[in-house]
């Protein structure tokens, strides 16, 4: 075997291609990860503000079923290597991990360059070689052997595992140069979108209250026809200088994405989710007729911030040098209705450059999800964000990422 010849190859080191790399050099394989950014796992150093979510603190069955279309996809590898085997794993090579109230699961020291030197240094104990700042140029098989051309030259291997990310994050270097691979042997590619997104929308109201934060909003994603298109667990809201973002808008944005048919253009909030209607009216109703007198302006509605319900009482069509007492069950109605469904049109998202995934990508149709092994070409593994899954903010999508690339590891 020449110097330039391997067992297997894996392009991309990410989250996908670090757990790659440990289980296919664990094995004894002569395994080589070419990855064209001159650091190794630029997107996790990034991820959660430079923290790293690393997982979810639920079972393998609770995260899989955040994924939707690929719930059943992911069960197998998530069963495989589930959150607290990655809690393990990252805790074994010495770093210290903690389960926020959200469930979301980081490193105790917050630092994402604490989880990226952990699993780099995992895979590279195991055995497997790097290549930064190489670009893989093209990729071809030919008599039994994968070839991929980079600017220095050209590496075999028996197997080639793509773990090259979507187009989320472009300058992280996932420009979605595996898909035009993929396609070469054959493997259809879902239209690529962006997914946890900011959201943009033109109304000015929501503009001027850039900053400020919704700890509990619950919100859903409707289309043009009103059908309910998509919906997210209530989180947290931020409004923008462009519209909205923070999870909820975030966890949304992916229906907003869609082309034509089944997009949502309106967003849907309910700023008091804990609450039902029928009590909201009811505990309007009792402070109304304890007040009378007192302006709508200074009714208060724990816990709205004072300038939202400002904007949302100018949504509802409502004086706000209203007395209580000449409020009206319509107006009383169109105040509740804006504070538990009000609906804002939106008109894009961030796009790529902003989104944290990427949604769409391989077909998971033509994939094995036992092995990871493409079902068109032998000896082609793909895994990560490569693959058509994406989920909620919270750990899931890394997740899926190190469970995908651990498989592929164990069986290229």
């Not at 279309?69 to 794993?89: N, Q, W, Y």
């Not at 319509?330 to 998202?349: F, N, Y």
């Amino acid at each position: 075997m020449s110097e330039d010849d391997w067992d297997v190859i894996i392009v991309g080191a990410g989250a996908a291609g670090l757990f790659a790399a440990a289980a296919a050099a664990a094995r004894g394989k002569r395994t080589l990860v070419i990855e064209k950014n001159r650091k190794i796992g630029v997107k996790i150093l990034m991820s959660g503000g430079t923290r790293c979510n690393v997982t979810h603190d639920c079972s393998p069955r609770e995260l899989t079923k955040r994924f939707a279309h690929a719930r059943k996809f992911l069960e197998f590898p998530v069963g495989r290597l589930p959150p607290e085997e990655i809690v393990s794993i990252v805790n074994s090579e010495g770093v210290a991990t903690k389960s926020e109230s959200t469930g979301k699961i980081f490193p105790a020291s917050d630092s994402a360059v604490d989880v990226r030197d952990a699993l780099l240094a995992r895979a590279t104990a195991a055995g497997a070689q790097f290549r930064a700042g190489t670009a893989v140029i093209d990729v071809d098989f030919g008599q039994g052997r994968f070839a991929c051309r980079t600017e220095s030259g050209s590496v075999t291997a028996g197997s080639l595992i793509l773990t090259t990310g979507g187009k989320s994050f472009p300058g992280c270097g996932t420009t979605g140069d595996g898909y035009a691979w993929a396609e070469k042997f054959g493997h259809t590619v879902v239209l690529p979108r962006p997914a946890l997104t900011p959201l943009v929308s033109q109304s000015e109201w929501v503009r001027r209250l850039s900053g400020i934060t919704i700890e509990t909003c619950g919100g859903i994603a409707i289309a043009d026809d009103g059908r309910v298109v998509g919906e997210a667990v209530s989180s947290s809201l931020l409004f923008t200088h462009t519209g909205f973002s923070g999870p909820l808008a975030m966890n949304l944005s992916r229906w907003f994405t869609l082309s034509r048919e089944g997009r949502a253009t309106c967003l849907q909030l309910d700023f008091l989710p804990d609450e039902k209607s029928e009590r909201f009216s009811a505990r309007i109703m009792e402070h109304v007729a304890g007040h009378p007198k007192q302006i709508v302006a200074n009714m208060p509605v724990d816990p709205l911030p004072r300038r939202l319900l400002d904007e949302l009482l100018q949504v509802a069509g409502i004086p706000a040098d209203l007395k209580l007492g000449e409020l009206g069950k319509k107006r009383l109605a169109a105040m509740v209705d804006s504070i538990k469904a009000c609906r804002i049109p939106v008109g894009d998202t961030r796009g790529f450059a902003k989104a944290e995934v990427t949604a769409g990508g391989v077909s998971l149709d033509e994939v094995d999800n036992r092995t990871m092994q493409s079902r068109l070409q032998p000896g082609l593994f793909l895994a990560g964000e490569i693959l058509d899954f994406d989920g909620p903010i919270g750990g899931y999508n890394f997740q899926a990422a190190f469970s995908t690339g651990h498989l592929a590891g164990q069986n290229a």
